[in-house]
């Protein structure tokens, strides 16, 4: 470790590296926009991020030269022996944007990594800062990745015909000339497929679902975290255990329970067995909220006359909204994107969830894009909601990490 501690071995081997992680990422983003084959190499990009890498640490007192000669040698030698290879039926306009491309976003983030080391010896400060800043950039890319890139396929592919689908199935790119055609796929599900009654349904029952939730882990999230009673230790912490059980063992009880009682392929049903999965949660989040709020509001109010009713309404769900705002976005969004349950459940088409009307899709007389379109609508809404939210959530969730 100690032979990297010097900014003239620490520069380049970062350098390398980083030229590979980026070379990749603009590879594969240029290739699902173009529709074009456009790969990565591995070792010219390990070889040019090491020079540039060197040339940029070496100009480092100034920016834009160093930038600017680090930048020229990887545009220079991009064709043929650079970190971006072509296809043969790949235009040499495409390599161009995709080269600047990658010299642009090189040069400017490699210069925040880097901007810091000297040439010599490093402090460990100064070793680890570069190398907290090379892993967080690669965090960032990475992640981002796994999530964008699904979510953009799925998108992707909803807008296309059947056609197109065939004619090169790993074509992601799309012509815009078509207008209103490109929404063909999405026309249809609600047309023919009734999505729109899926929507509805699993609207529905997400609400009833949070509302049912709350009834039942407001009380006993105060209970625990409040009251003392026999056994109330044990019970909280016991409150996950359902959880250590696997749903898949439970579905054949519950199929042949609710078979027997007429609950089968029934709203109410749905809405009886999904609590059962969201109220230990609920009941876990709460509680932890509940102990830090302060005893001595509580006891206030006591001794002013309310009853211990009238001081959860009036006292501790007031003070409580941003927990229960967290517990009710969570619980919406379990039993929005639940499948085993409603797949297990529902046989009625008229009853369907999203996601059970989603796998209702999958299959080989149904072409692909509606599948797609389909996730795309299951997703979209739940994102949105979780995205304007979020910071409610976040507050929701650490608010009673402190007490007081």
Same mark, same amino acid.
């Given at each position: 470790?100690?032979?990297?501690?010097?900014?003239?071995?620490?520069? &380049? /081997?970062?350098?390398?590296?980083?030229?590979?992680?980026?070379?990749?990422?603009?590879?594969?983003?240029?290739?699902?926009?173009?529709?074009?084959?456009?790969?990565p190499s591995i070792l010219w990009s390990l070889v040019w991020g090491a020079i540039a890498g060197g040339l940029m640490l070496i100009f480092a007192r100034s920016v834009v030269w160093g930038a600017l000669i680090g930048a020229s040698v990887v545009l220079a030698l991009t064709v043929g022996i650079g970190p971006l290879q072509i296809g043969d039926a790949t235009g040499w306009a495409t390599?161009? *944007?995709?080269?600047?491309?990658?010299?642009?976003?090189?040069? /400017?983030?490699?210069?925040? *990594?880097?901007?810091d080391l000297p040439q010599g010896a490093l402090t460990r400060h100064e070793f680890e800062g570069a190398l907290i800043k090379f892993l967080t950039g690669f965090g960032y890319i990475f992640f981002t990745a796994i999530v964008l890139i699904p979510f953009y396929v799925m998108v992707m592919t909803s807008l296309k015909n059947q056609s197109e689908l065939i004619q090169n199935p790993l074509d992601f790119s799309i012509d815009l000339s078509k207008g209103t055609e490109l929404f063909r796929s999405y026309d249809e599900l609600f047309t023919q497929f009734n999505f729109g009654t899926y929507?509805?349904?699993?609207?529905?029952?997400?609400v009833l679902t949070v509302f049912i939730t709350l009834a039942f882990a407001i009380p006993g999230a105060y209970a625990v975290a409040r009251l003392r009673f026999s056994g109330q230790a044990a019970f909280s912490r016991s409150i996950l255990l359902i959880y250590m059980v696997p749903m898949i063992v439970l579905a054949l009880p519950i199929y042949i329970a609710f078979s027997m009682t007429g609950l089968?392929?029934?709203?109410?049903?749905? /809405?009886?067995?999904? &609590?059962?999965?969201?109220i230990p949660v609920a009941l876990y989040m709460l509680q932890?909220?509940?102990?830090?709020? &302060?005893?001595?509001?509580?006891?206030?109010?006591?001794?002013?006359?309310?009853?211990?009713l009238k001081v959860i309404w009036k006292i501790t769900l007031p003070l409580s909204l941003p927990a229960m705002a967290s517990v009710s976005l969570y619980v919406f969004m379990i039993a929005w994107n639940e499948f085993l349950?409603?797949?297990m459940l529902l046989d009625d088409p008229t009853k369907?969830?999203?996601?059970?009307?989603?796998?209702?899709?999958?299959?080989?007389? *149904? &072409?692909?894009?509606?599948?797609?379109?389909?996730?795309v609508i299951a997703t979209v809404p739940i994102m949105a909601l979780f995205l304007g939210l979020e910071k409610f959530m976040t507050k929701g969730l650490t608010a009673g990490s402190v007490k007081g």
């Open positions: 470790m100690s032979a990297f501690r010097f900014g003239y071995v620490t520069g &380049p /081997v970062l350098g390398a590296f980083w030229m590979m992680v980026l070379a990749i990422t603009v590879a594969i983003a240029m290739s699902f926009a173009t529709g074009d084959a456009i790969r390599l161009a *944007i995709g080269a600047l491309l990658l010299i642009v976003s090189f040069a /400017v983030s490699f210069w925040k *990594i880097a901007s929507l509805f349904n699993s609207f529905f029952i997400s089968r392929n029934s709203f109410w049903g749905i /809405v009886m067995i999904y &609590p059962v999965t969201t932890g909220y509940f102990r830090g709020l &302060p005893a001595e509001i509580e006891e206030a109010g006591l001794m002013d006359g309310l009853t211990r349950l409603a797949f369907f969830t999203l996601t059970r009307g989603i796998a209702s899709l999958n299959s080989s007389e *149904i &072409p692909r894009q509606h599948l797609m379109a389909g996730s």
